[in-house]
């Protein structure tokens, strides 16, 4: 059933009339209280008591341990959480998603902000019921990222930003930078075609998956065979559906090459965002921007867009897409300073569930912080705190995991570089297949998703560190 | 949660990937099992034994009334089913159409005739359940025809028939024809703007509904603001995405007429394909193939396809649109022919589910009825008996309601231009505004769609008879 929700809710942000926002609400809050039954059960309860203590339970990263494990963890929380606030956030979010989207296409905050303040209200009785005696905000943090803390994101985000301020002091000055060619004129219809086709040569099955348009680019897992990924055009910018795509593509592959066998159940899906985040920006930034991917793809974008880069060289192209330039907008924001607009977000949606910060000050205090992190200020609430869609969602918790999934990426691509040492030169050569086949054995077939950390901890040897991903953006942009 | 298994259903046949078929059947079948469930509790029986002798079933035209006759019959048609039947016949439906489809698209009928054998032995299955003692067929066309049987179709069948044979003997001969011009180069991306164009003429809203492309047009109702309607298109045949599109716009503005208030309820849906389909073949044909509303249309096509129809007469369009010439496509048939279609059909699905007929012996039994009928042979199966996709899933009884439909369609033609007398002209000043009210007001507003034929007979103030249907094909195509 879990499925038919993700199914309405793709509907809803591809292809969904307006005019079907209410009944949709009514589908989704009556369909999550279905599931919300099921999942609470006395009976479910029993079921797992009796297995824990089984041979089932005894070896921990056992698909089926790591079920047991995962189907408690669920079980405990949604059990605490009533059925009628399910409900109604499920309905509320609904019609929160369609007004925030009016809200931002209009630059018209006040009409969003009595729906921020409903879902602040719901989010925060929710935490109630889910903590346990700490934070409130890390009982919703849990809900995508298991196990983790605010108290440790803290202190990882504190460094990263230290270490980010020096990075971004020594970037070189003056640089020339050649990103004007990708504002040129890229036809729509060939945008598509060329990230089909990279898509395709990087390994997404598109018999088993699809590529639609939103405003805000998302991925879906309907089913094993049916991953959906998500993507916004713009004629005269050639990075924001591209970047957009491949960022999804990275969930995407990672959703495709799950085991099938465990589809549905907790070893057969990735419960940590941030690892989940570590894939997309992986091959959004590791793989997306690196020279030899390009050696490999800028011919072929030679050839699709002719007229827009006849006269460009590779150099000059592969400057452009690396081109470091803080600006408002998280998801067309470079490598480097990309983990600045996480840090904002993550301060205020404390703030925000605190009480600390009414929603009515969001966007002043929004656009404080940006003059303070990113020393730019927004023109307007629609390219400043009405820019993403999920607080209008109720997805307080979730933005933390992008950077984190920054820091586990840089790791990832340390190991991988390390297991595979012409990993460059294959790329280049357009042979994506032992990067696939690694990925697939070390990440997505892992297992253990609900220890991401440890995981990647595992996967590379070493304890995770803010350094490896400094470490990476100063070869990219410093040291070149 | 009816609506969510139409939303399941309308992205199956719209955007599904291929590989998601099998979670697809899965779906379906769970959320199935879970309707009939909630549609057979004996608690639904004691609740409507309690209302069934109150005031609210005093006036049998009353919302309540024909609710509570709704709700009893197909309470006491679903309890009849058993649950695994129901989830046996969605699953096999869902993959039996992806079969079909290929199979159609690779005239390829023995990859269809395993599934077709299934899906005639679940049909028969669930006729043993249903009926009571009558035909088995009539136990499944009640389903789309409450309150018809065979016997009567057959006796308005075999007039209709007999009239229609007289009729084409009388067509005039050798008359020159423009069909031609509908063949030309149409550019897709024009014609879906010109189609949108029109619906919004005749008063589709696309705030409440959309326009998608499949195989098989289809409409789809997945909530009172959310009527979704597809077309195929066909860069070289004008007719065939136009008329597809007029026809599911009928079957959608009827959705969009129906009253919210009663939505999801029996006195908000018809019950009735026959009367639906009135609707359909009502703008595909009564409306849209005549003069006065191409007089309004026929600029903005000319303005739409310059290069198609730059030198094309109103008269030629005209003549064109109407051409008469039997085929072997149901969907392109001319107004004329189009009921020899079904009579095929009618008569072979009554012999599949007899078992008089074997499913491999649909193709030959299909091409001989054609040449007797229709006095053609289809080149191949795929424009044989592959070319509808009703079978596939499972609507054994759906066919005969569009003879029905056209029937009904003359009847509230005639109805309506009584009513309206000055129809033509406003129609050609582009005002369809008196029409959408005359049809709200008497067809989507009646509410007691449970007696179809009952409610067209009130309408019209006549008996339904196939005569009214001859007649004014006569007056189309024989009295020019």
Known sequence: MASCVELLGWDELTYMPRGGVDQRGRQLAYLSGLLHD???????????????????????????????RGWRRSFRRTRRVPRALVQEQMSVATAAQQEWSEARRNNDFARFQPWLEQIIRLKREEAECLTDGGPLYDALLEDFEPGMTSARLDELFAALHAQLKALIADLPK???????????????????????????????????????????????????????????????????????????LGHGLFEQGLDPANAGMPSGQCQSLGLHESQSRFWENCIGRSRAFWMHSFPKAKEMFQDALHDVRFDAFLAAVNHVEPGPIRVRADEATYNLHIFVRYELEQALLKGDLAAADLPSAWNERYRDVLGITPADDAEGCLQDSHWSSGQFGYFPTYALGNIFAAHLNAAVRSAIPDLDPLMAAGRFGPLSEWLTEHVYRARAFDDATGLVERICGCPVNPQVLTNLLRSRFVEV
Chains 1, 2 share one sequence.
């Open 174 to 248: 003056r640089r020339r930078t050649h990103a004007g060619i990708l504002r040129r004129n890229f036809a729509m219809d060939r945008q598509r075609i060329f990230i089909e086709s990279i898509a395709g040569d990087l390994g997404f099955d598109f018999e088993r998956g699809r590529l639609d348009v939103t405003t805000h680019p998302f991925f879906s897992n309907i089913g094993p065979g049916d991953i959906r990924i998500t993507t916004r055009f713009n004629p005269s910018d050639f990075s924001e559906a591209f970047f957009s795509a491949l960022h999804e």
């Open 38 to 68: 099921a999942a609470t059960g006395d009976r479910i309860g029993e079921l797992l008591s009796r297995v824990e203590d089984s041979d089932l339970a005894a070896e921990p990263e056992s698909p089926s341990a790591v079920n047991i």
